[in-house]
């Protein structure tokens, strides 16, 4: 994938208050949201998959009639096999990755947070007596936001990339709908709508506005969504453990 943010044939009368923020800073909300989904998955294949799913995925019969509402959250915590981690955690980096150079990172947690929840609340219209589990709607919801700004930012992003994030969610929903039927892609659907209504609202039309800066609200906000994850991480440490 290849993109750029500046044009060095754009005017610069037109964007002279342009903040200059480096594309070289770690992607850090990537790396700690990535520690905690492996600290569950940890959790969850030394001491049992199947009883984990029961004790903190999103068993929505427990959800609706137990009002255990907390699942919504833990779901997007807990996995249902080793290569469904795996792949969650290599797809949550490359895509988490990029969100952090083109976007301020703490648009990635509010947007990964409030997608696994977008995704959880249509899979639970759809299919309300089942049981999901995976970070996969919020994953979802950060490529939904990544195709809004490449199409809002078409000037600094390359078509190639944007083919790109159009064959990831083709592949996606292919792979769901024709290969893998156990897929919850309701889930997805939802992740991915969150995360594209989010760009529409929080990308700024005018493409000489950066995107990356953040006023301190927002900063706030990205603060309390990783946190409230992390929580939910460690929350669904102590139901698989039987400590809460």
Not at 193 to 204: E, F, K, N, R, S
Request: hydrophobic residues 50%.
């Amino acid at each position: 994938m290849s993109f750029t943010y500046q044009s060095d044939d754009a005017p610069q009368e037109r964007a002279p208050d342009q903040p200059q923020v480096p594309f070289s800073a770690p992607p850090i909300y990537t790396y700690i949201l990535l520690g905690g989904i492996a600290a569950v998955a940890l959790t969850q294949f030394t001491t049992g998959l199947e009883a984990s799913i029961l004790s903190a995925g999103f068993v929505k019969p427990a959800f609706l009639q137990g009002h255990e509402y907390w699942r919504i959250l833990t779901g997007a915590a807990t996995h249902g096999s080793i290569p469904h981690v795996l792949m969650n955690c290599y797809a949550f980096y490359s895509f988490g990755k990029i969100f952090e150079i083109l976007a301020n990172r703490a648009h990635l947690a509010i947007v990964f947070l409030l997608s696994a929840i977008g995704g959880g609340f249509l899979s639970l219209l759809f299919v309300p007596a089942g049981i999901s589990v995976g970070a996969s709607g919020g994953i979802v919801g950060l490529i939904g936001y990544l195709v809004i700004y490449a199409f809002r930012r078409r000037s600094f992003i390359t078509a190639e990339f944007r083919r790109n994030l159009l064959m990831n969610i083709g592949f996606i929903l292919i792979f769901g709908l024709v290969l893998y039927q156990s897929i919850d892609n309701f889930g997805h659907i939802g992740g991915l709508l969150t995360g594209a209504v989010y760009g529409l609202l929080q990308i700024p039309s005018n493409e000489y506005v950066d995107p990356r800066s953040a006023g301190p609200v927002v900063q706030t906000a990205g603060v309390a969504a990783l946190g409230i994850y992390l929580a939910t991480c460690l929350f669904s440490i102590l139901l698989i453990l039987h400590i809460v």
